[in-house]
């Protein structure tokens, strides 16, 4: 088997390390293959395998994915041990027949050297176990360490698509290796909650903490209307509050809660509420101003009453208030009324309508002139709208538009 056949088989991180220094190492891979194929073992079993096979040991003693590491490490020692003396034993043995051929002619020789060879072997023993004792120091002290990660806040709260940055969450950690984040491809593109995992090893043993993040929706929605006011005639138009949407839109929500008032016929002026809310909560508010006005009355007797002149009026003085004048008419004009009353009107609407607007009715035989020359609904004021008896040319009574913004 090649390296990449132990990265298919799904080897955790650290593990997959320990097998790549195998091959680094230049250990035959069937022997890598024997003792070090099975996904069981933990980074610190593999190790010990893999030391095992540098130094040229037979690991089958201890390459068991039941054994703790600590007793594999403790077997590597001691099968290292022996076999050291075993190398140790067998040149000494060797020397010593090199002697005994030349024992008789060089005696002396022969003493020397077995007194240097003891004291190379004392040396060589007294460094093999300084070696033992510091690298078993030195691993006891790494075994030892407190490995933690320390986040800004136990739970990370992300706006709905902010960018997830994981290294700024991390405000502290002990020494080790790099911190390894085992899901470090969040998007915060849907609401809810997440867990991020973190890992800190320092190559004898790892340390890991899940980071709480809660992905949430604040910004309101949107909502425009086409108009900010408009003006219905009763019993002339009709009312689609959605006809005067232009924009309903929000960050994450497609379908919105859409709520809007009734509009009452019977009011002169209201608001129409348009309420936006999203899942989230969030709410956005419009408001339409709705002024209703009534629809202007018909002439009662439609033969007997002309179009609007918007000459001046006659010479008569008109009836305050829209009162009768009697002066200059015959001895039936008790019998001849003009029935109005006086309206207000927005700014802009056409001065025909606002004039006919005042008109109710006749009484009698009269035929009038609806008059309305000072009228100006460009600019706010209160004008007089005149009823002239065309017969006599009287002032048969005078009403009054006011025009406001």
């Known amino acids: ?31 890598i293959e024997q003792y070090m194929n099975d ?19 037979d690991v089958s003693a201890y390459a068991r994915t039941s054994m703790p590491s600590e007793e594999m490490e403790n077997i590597r020692e001691r099968l290292l041990k022996e076999f050291n003396e075993r190398d140790l034993e067998a040149e000494q043995e060797k020397k010593l027949e090199q002697q005994q051929i030349r024992a008789e002619v060089k005696s002396r020789k022969l003493h020397n050297t077995i007194s240097l060879l003891r004291i190379v072997m004392i040396l060589g023993m007294i460094g093999i176990a300084a070696g033992v004792f510091l690298f078993g120091r030195k691993i006891y002290q790494i075994y030892r360490q407190d490995l933690f990660i320390t986040f800004r806040s136990d739970e990370a709260v992300l706006e709905y698509g902010d960018v997830f940055n994981a290294e700024e969450q991390i405000v502290g950690h002990s020494e080790g290796e790099n911190i390894m984040i085992i899901f470090p491809s969040f998007a915060a593109d849907e609401l809810g909650e997440y867990t991020v995992i973190y890992q800190l090893s320092n190559g004898l043993k790892a340390v890991r903490k899940d980071l709480k ?26 009312f689609d509050p959605n006809e005067y949407i232009d924009e309903i839109s929000d960050n994450h929500d497609e379908d919105l809660k859409v709520t809007i008032s009734e509009l009452d016929w019977d009011l002169d002026e209201q608001d129409i509420r348009y309420l936006v809310e999203d899942s989230s909560g969030n709410m956005a508010e419009a408001i339409l101003r709705v002024f209703i006005e009534d629809k202007p009355k018909e002439n009662p007797n439609p033969a007997s009453a002309k179009p609007a002149d918007s000459s001046s009026p006659a010479s008569s003085d008109p009836a305050p208030n829209g009162g009768n004048s009697s002066e200059g008419s015959d001895p039936q ?46 600019s706010p004021g209160t004008y007089p709208i005149y009823y002239i008896d065309t017969a006599t040319g009287a002032t048969m009574a005078v009403a009054y538009v006011t025009v406001v913004e």
């Not at 996904?39 to 040991?57: A, H, K, P, T, V």
């Not at 604040?218 to 006011?229: F, H, M, N, Q």
């Not at 606002?354 to 009228?375: C, K, N, R, V």
């Open 39 to 57: 996904i069981s073992f933990d980074n610190l079993q593999l190790r010990q395998i893999r030391l095992g096979l540098e130094q040229g040991l």
């Open 333 to 378: 004009s008790e019998q001849k009324k003009v029935y109005c009353h006086n309206v207000t009107v927005k700014i802009g609407t056409d001065p025909g309508t606002a004039a006919y607007s005042t008109y109710d009715g006749l009484g009698g035989d009269i035929t009038i002139s609806i008059q309305f020359p000072e009228l100006n609904t460009s």
């Open 1 to 31: 088997m090649e390296l990449n056949d132990y990265r298919i088989k799904d080897f955790m991180p650290f593990c997959f390390e320990e097998i790549r220094l195998a091959f680094m190492s230049g250990i035959d891979p069937k022997l």
């Open 213 to 238: 993040i809660r992905v949430i929706d604040s910004t309101a929605p949107v909502i425009r209307l086409k108009e900010d006011e408009i003006t219905l005639t009763r019993k002339v138009d009709e």
